[in-house]
């Protein structure tokens, strides 16, 4: 029996920029009694159905953007007499789904660093259950990826996970429903030991993949502290403590690594942990903007960030501070107008925006913007080729709609229109050249930043949800050339010597991190 993890995708480029983390991560939760599983991530090259054998095992993770796939290569699997066993966040929200859809033998909900092991010797002992409960488990748990199983020379960048769950409840936002609301943290040692596996197989790129790097707030602290609720005061500071520990030992990492995350752009107002953040190589962050007026922000529930000019200038505190901005922002939003597509992208080049992303508005499943559409719909449902339009990720691409939820100004193809408008203008070469000058006396660097922009622009908006067919296979085929060119410029030279630090117990290492829990003197009481 061999035991397969499959991450499906429609589009392969035949190189990725980021490596998909869980298929790493379940390969370490796979028992050594299995042997190494076999890996195949799509977004590289689909998967050959003749290497899937019967009797075998066969993992697929997915997420609402990639279900369809998912279930296509279930079925495929299941021809071929495989068990078949689905997980990831899609499968968290549907666990029926699966096995009406994709030939599911079993379901594996929340997290899966636990839970696959116990799938794979219940599957051996012949003992299974249909439906199993990974939950969310504590960030001590959390295992390191197996790094030794993956194709180095397909990626760009390598990935490692230093905290689940994100505080904040946007919405148009799943995370904090289906990870939880409470930070869930990796200790430090562990995340540094990983890294430096990356480093000495030659990494030096690594996306510090987290819900949100950026855990506890100012604001936090300061209305904890007001509350007098010192048990909750505690708690925070002890996070935020163990991230400047964390950020502590990466500064301490080879000169050359460059680490890129997420985070909100409350941040802006904690310019200590910017400059911790610069000091530890993390050059860059997307941040979510979503909208730049004060109406577009209160509709996604995100009325906690700044618009017009004080949103300027938080994004340029970002630059200032060392920390480059890929800013996300989303059209499509019923406060919208003609002039939102022009005044969005006038603010990401004025603010210093170094990359940008520009998505519809989709209501993904789990979040709060689903729950009211899918209540509005279900007195009469709209059907598209006899699927519910809430159910949209099992609507083929081709005749799938683009816009979802009608706009109360705009068609679904204005809307398109004007949202591939504003991604051709922000990469257009001459803006891209201009913002490429952030890597100074680096000719290198800065061909290699023209074509990731470039790069990037093909990936998401040539192949998203506001292309038309043609449009994306003709983004996929450049894609895949400026890929192939891209990676060559990410390669580093293999540091199998870089030692392992040797830690302190964590009972010796406490009293130095409670130094830095103190409440920070730059807090405004009247903010």
């Known amino acids: 029996m061999s035991v397969h993890l499959i991450n499906p995708s429609d589009n392969a480029f035949g190189t990725a920029v980021i490596t998909p983390r869980w298929l790493f991560v379940l390969a370490a939760a796979t028992p050594r009694s299995f042997g190494d599983p076999i890996l195949v991530d799509e977004s590289i090259e689909q998967l050959d ?25 279930g079925k495929l699997a299941k021809d071929r007499g495989a068990t078949v066993v689905y997980g990831g966040i899609h499968a968290t929200l549907f666990p029926d789904e699966p096995f009406e859809r994709g030939y599911a033998d079993h379901v594996v909900k929340g997290d899966g660093d636990v839970a696959w092991g116990n799938v794979l010797r219940d599957i051996e002992s012949d003992s299974t259950k249909l439906v199993y409960e990974g939950g969310k ?40 429903r289906t990870d939880g609301q409470k930070p869930r943290q990796r ?3 562990n995340v540094i030991n990983e890294i430096i596996d990356l480093r000495r197989l030659g990494f030096r790129f690594i996306a510090l993949a987290d819900d949100n790097f950026y855990p506890v707030t100012l604001t936090d602290l300061r209305l904890a502290e007001q509350q007098g609720d010192q048990a909750k005061l505690d708690s925070l500071r002890a996070t935020r403590a163990e991230r400047y520990a964390l950020m ?23 310019t200590d942990y910017l400059d911790a953040m610069r000091k530890a190589n993390i050059k860059g962050a997307l941040v979510g903007v979503e909208a730049v007026t004060p109406e577009g922000l209160k509709a996604v529930y995100k009325d906690f960030n700044y618009s017009g000019d004080r949103l300027i200038q938080q994004l340029q505190t970002f630059r200032k501070h060392g920390v480059h901005v890929l800013g996300s922002f989303i059209f499509g939003l019923p406060t919208d107008k003609e002039s939102t597509f022009n005044a969005t992208v006038e603010v990401a080049m004025k603010a210093g925006v170094t990359f ?30 006899g699927t519910p339009i809430t159910r949209y990720w099992l609507i083929p691409t081709a005749i799938r709609p683009k816009m979802f939820t009608p706009h109360p100004s705009m068609s679904s193809d ?46 998401y908006a040539g192949t998203g949800i506001s292309t038309d067919s043609a449009r994306r296979s003709k983004a996929k085929t450049t894609a895949r050339w400026i890929a192939a060119k891209t990676r060559l410029l990410f390669v580093s030279k293999p540091m199998p010597d870089l030692a392992y630090p040797t830690w302190a117990p964590r009972a010796r290492t406490m009293p130095r991190l409670t130094q830095l829990t103190a409440l920070p003197s730059t807090i405004d009481p009247s903010a």
């Open 49 to 73: 159905p003749e290497t899937i054998q019967s009797g075998d095992v066969v993992g697929i993770s997915v997420h609402t953007g990639n279900a369809l796939r998912g279930y296509q290569v």
């Open 137 to 176: 488990i504590e960030g001590e748990e959390f295992l390191a990826a197996r790094w030794d199983l993956m194709q180095k020379d397909k990626y760009m960048w390598a990935s490692v996970q230093t905290i689940r769950g994100c505080p904040k409840h946007c919405s148009f936002c799943s995370v904090w």
């Open 187 to 189: 200790s430090f040692e």
């Open 248 to 270: 502590a030992e990466l500064a301490k990492l080879p000169k050359d690594m460059v680490f890129f995350t997420q985070i909100t752009m409350e941040s802006a107002e904690d």
């Open 356 to 385: 940008a992303q520009f998505v519809m508005m989709t209501p993904f499943p789990g979040t709060v913007d689903f729950g009211r559409w899918e209540k509005e719909q279900a007195a009469a449902p709209e059907l598209v080729d």
């Open 414 to 459: 204005e809307i398109k229109t004007r949202t591939q408008g504003v991604w051709d203008r922000f990469y257009e070469w001459g803006p891209v050249w201009k913002r490429s000058s952030c890597i100074q006396n680096n000719l290198k660097g800065r061909i290699a930043f023209v074509l990731l922009s470039k790069l990037y622009r093909q990936m």
